[in-house]
């Protein structure tokens, strides 16, 4: 159930295809079917880093049982090239939020996931 938020200062030519873009990476860097990965890609023209307007990111990762020390520091490596590739935005210019927010604080179809796959 991989949830991502990315807010951005650099305005790409067509959002829709580059969210796309980015929710097919992101299945495939957390190792989950797209099926089930969220992705939202937000313009910010006055989104701020270090006091500059020069390219910058922030992205906000929510997922359910693979957030750890080990895991985060390959995701992180992954993303942020990402960033530089697809946005130009260098390694010290983004800041990426891992949270892992627990099975009954995400709710789907009615319920949270507590309920659907059990006290985890």
């Not at 991989?2 to 980015?22: G, I, M, R």
């Not at 929510?62 to 992180?76: A, G, H, P, V, Y």
């Not at 892992?100 to 796959?117: A, C, E, H, L, Q």
């Amino acid at each position: 159930m991989p949830n991502l938020k990315l807010e951005t200062n650099v305005k790409v030519d067509d959002p829709k295809a580059f969210a796309s873009e980015l929710s097919k990476f992101a299945a495939e860097t957390l190792s989950k079917p797209e099926r089930v990965v969220s992705v939202s890609y937000t313009y910010n023209e006055t989104l701020t880093f270090a006091g500059s307007f020069e390219p910058a990111c922030t992205l906000t990762l929510i997922s359910l049982n693979q957030l750890n020390t080990e895991n985060n520091e390959l995701f992180s490596k992954a993303f942020f090239h990402f960033f530089q590739e697809k946005l130009g935005v260098s390694g010290d210019r983004a800041y990426i939020t891992f949270s892992d927010p627990g099975w009954s604080f995400i709710g789907y179809k009615g319920v949270t996931f507590n309920t659907i796959w059990g006290s985890k």
